[in-house]
């Protein structure tokens, strides 16, 4: 089937936003009434199209009452924009994460849940002016932004039109969307305000550096590391991770633009992203803690993360449960003349307990507990192995909180669940096509090479179509076939009752390279009365 099906059931409220790009200046966008045009993506962006879909099958409360209800009230709202992408201002104050903090400073506490300290993260980023707003490493005066919530899942778009980057997120929440509502209100200003300190810390490396310093390390996960990178063009790119090892970093005092490795600005980077991802999860346990008495709930409520970072021609990937982005490329083969086939590669790593690295990694952590893995799920509770949230099997305090058979028994050595995500980063070449960036319920109906050809086939005869909505078209044909029913009896079933034949799933396609064509996303998002 190529993309003739519409899920335009009974029961279901059908959203979408888009936009149409133009990277080629001499070429004309082609203009619709459903999408907005807007301006031409600089030369220097890696991709060229955006599609995203999401449908859901659970039913769940929109903008919960989390942080003395600052997320739903005051912090999405900010953020959905399920009808179009928008263009907001880039902040280079974290305005949303000072209202956050303010609300946590209320219980006692504030944005790092402990006082500012000298030696903290948040004390070092108030202490330091305020930035350009062309300064750092996601620079842009202004930025596009998109996402809406399809059930538990919550899917968020960001990109600078200006300097060719994206941001994109999944968050799949589990036992409610809490946790993803909590992410998508603050991961991504977190991430930038960790973006901030790396220039802030880089800049101290600069001064050391430019007296002479010389540091040896090595960085294992780096793919290409031939290339450097001039100071001029990214502001203090040498970073030193305080914890780990030192990145290779060399350079002559007598240069007055020394010259940067790309090894060193890519570790500085995802450290970055991890550092941010660890900060979140501990602001959000602490909001759990204070607010478990009200709602005990809150302790069981989780999120899967994956997220894509397309700058320049790198591709940065952090992932934490069971979503996946999956690139589809040519390899080193003669894609021009089609003599190479086109294949999947998964750029993410699966953190469930059927992977059986992963399955191995939790037994070995806790050597005393036989109960560690109980009918194939981490203490007879969780399929994933690596999650956001989830407090009841990462603290005996927020596990006490559950009463009677919720609680977990015998919870001897927590955490069972891991917070370290899978971190990487690819270099885009000419050979890569798409990614295909997907929940786990995608997963549950297509492999990673059927995903990659039924969107390669649907981009072939629709060039300027919806890849996304028709990936998750077919998976809705997919879900209807196993369950015996035709595609619009399954989708007016209500969500909640429709879980048990499907997920809720959410789909971003990103289109590489800088051919034109229209960029468009989707959201399908369950209507509950």
Same mark, same amino acid.
């Given at each position: 089937m190529r993309g003739g099906i519409m899920i335009k059931p009974e029961g279901e409220l059908k959203v979408s936003f888009g936009y149409q790009c133009n990277s080629n200046r001499d070429s004309s966008?082609?203009?619709?009434? &459903?999408?907005?045009?807007?301006?031409?993506?600089?030369?220097?962006?890696?991709?060229?199209?955006?599609?995203? @879909?999401?449908?859901s099958a659970n039913a769940t409360l929109a903008n919960t009452n989390i942080c003395n209800g600052l997320i739903g009230a005051e912090i999405l709202p900010s953020w959905d924009s399920p009808n179009s992408f928008r263009?907001?201002?880039?902040?280079?104050?974290?305005?949303?994460? %000072?209202?956050?903090?303010?609300?946590?400073?209320?219980?006692?506490? /504030?944005?790092?849940?402990?006082?500012?300290?000298?030696?903290?993260?948040?004390?070092?980023?108030?202490?330091?002016?305020?930035?350009?707003?062309? &300064?750092?490493?996601? /620079?842009?005066?202004?930025?596009?932004? @998109?996402?809406?919530?399809?059930?538990?899942?919550?899917?968020?778009?960001?990109?600078?039109?200006?300097?060719?980057?994206?941001?994109?997120?999944?968050?799949?929440?589990?036992?409610g969307r809490d946790a993803a509502d909590f992410l998508a209100g603050t991961l991504y200003e977190t991430i930038v305000f960790y973006f901030k300190l790396l220039d802030w810390e880089s800049s101290q490396e600069s001064i050391k550096a430019s007296s002479g310093l010389d540091l040896d390390g090595s960085l294992p996960y780096i793919e290409d590391d031939s290339n450097t990178i001039n100071e001029e063009r990214f502001l203090s790119q040498i970073y030193t991770d305080r914890d780990s090892s030192v990145d290779n970093v060399s350079k002559n005092a007598s240069c007055a633009k020394p010259k940067i490795s790309t090894d060193s600005f890519r570790h500085g980077v995802l450290d970055s992203l991890q550092r941010a991802l660890s900060q979140s999860e501990n602001d959000f346990l =602490?909001?759990?803690?204070? &607010?478990?008495?009200?709602?005990?709930?809150?302790?069981?409520?989780?999120?899967?993360?994956?997220?894509?970072?397309?700058?320049g021609k790198d591709l940065y990937?952090? /992932?934490?449960?069971?979503?996946? @982005?999956?690139?589809?490329? =040519?390899? /080193?083969?003669?894609?021009?003349?089609?003599?190479? *086939?086109?294949?999947?590669?998964?750029?993410?790593?699966?953190?469930?307990?059927? %992977?059986?690295? &992963?399955?191995?990694?939790?037994?070995?952590?806790?050597?005393?507990?036989?109960?560690?893995?109980?009918?194939? *799920?981490?203490k007879g509770k969780l399929k994933v192995t690596r999650a956001f949230g989830v407090g009841y099997l990462k603290k005996k305090k927020l596990n006490d909180a559950l009463m009677g058979i919720l609680q977990v028994r015998n919870l001897m050595s927590p955490p069972y669940v891991s917070t370290q995500p899978s971190l990487n980063v690819h270099r885009i070449s000419k050979?890569?096509?798409?990614?295909?960036?997907?929940?786990?319920?995608?997963?549950?109906?297509?492999?990673?090479?059927?995903?990659?050809?039924?969107?390669?086939?649907?981009?072939?005869?629709?060039?300027?179509? %919806?890849?996304?909505?028709?990936?998750?078209?077919?998976?809705?044909?997919?879900?209807?076939?196993? @369950?015996?029913?035709?595609?619009?009896?399954?989708?007016?079933?209500?969500?909640?009752? *429709? *879980?048990k034949y499907h997920d809720d799933v959410t789909v971003i396609v990103i289109i590489l390279g800088t051919n034109q064509r229209t960029t468009k996303a989707s959201t399908c998002v369950s209507a509950s009365k």
């Open positions: 966008c082609e203009d619709s009434d &459903e999408y907005e045009t807007l301006p031409e993506l600089r030369r220097n962006s890696s991709f060229s199209c955006l599609s995203g @879909a999401a449908l263009r907001v201002p880039s902040s280079p104050t974290l305005s949303r994460l %000072d209202i956050l903090s303010s609300s946590l400073q209320s219980s006692m506490s /504030n944005l790092s849940c402990s006082p500012s300290t000298p030696d903290s993260d948040s004390y070092l980023l108030k202490s330091m002016s305020p930035p350009s707003r062309s &300064e750092g490493f996601l /620079n842009a005066m202004e930025v596009q932004v @998109a996402g809406g919530a399809a059930g538990e899942d919550r899917v968020q778009a960001v990109c600078s039109e200006e300097n060719g980057w994206l941001f994109c997120a999944i968050y799949d929440g589990f036992n =602490y909001m759990v803690e204070q &607010e478990m008495e009200d709602r005990p709930d809150l302790v069981s409520v989780g999120s899967c993360v994956l997220v894509v970072l397309l700058h990937t952090l /992932n934490l449960g069971d979503s996946r @982005a999956v690139l589809a490329t =040519y390899g /080193n083969g003669d894609f021009m003349n089609g003599s190479e *086939r086109l294949e999947a590669i998964q750029l993410t790593d699966s953190h469930t307990v059927d %992977d059986e690295g &992963e399955r191995m990694r939790v037994l070995c952590d806790h050597p005393d507990d036989p109960m560690t893995i109980v009918a194939g *799920r981490v050979s890569d096509c798409f990614v295909v960036v997907g929940s786990d319920g995608l997963f549950d109906f297509f492999t990673n090479d059927e995903a990659v050809k039924l969107v390669h086939s649907y981009i072939l005869s629709n060039p300027s179509g %919806d890849p996304a909505k028709f990936l998750l078209e077919q998976l809705v044909v997919r879900a209807a076939n196993c @369950a015996g029913f035709s595609m619009e009896e399954l989708m007016n079933i209500p969500a909640g009752r *429709r *879980r």
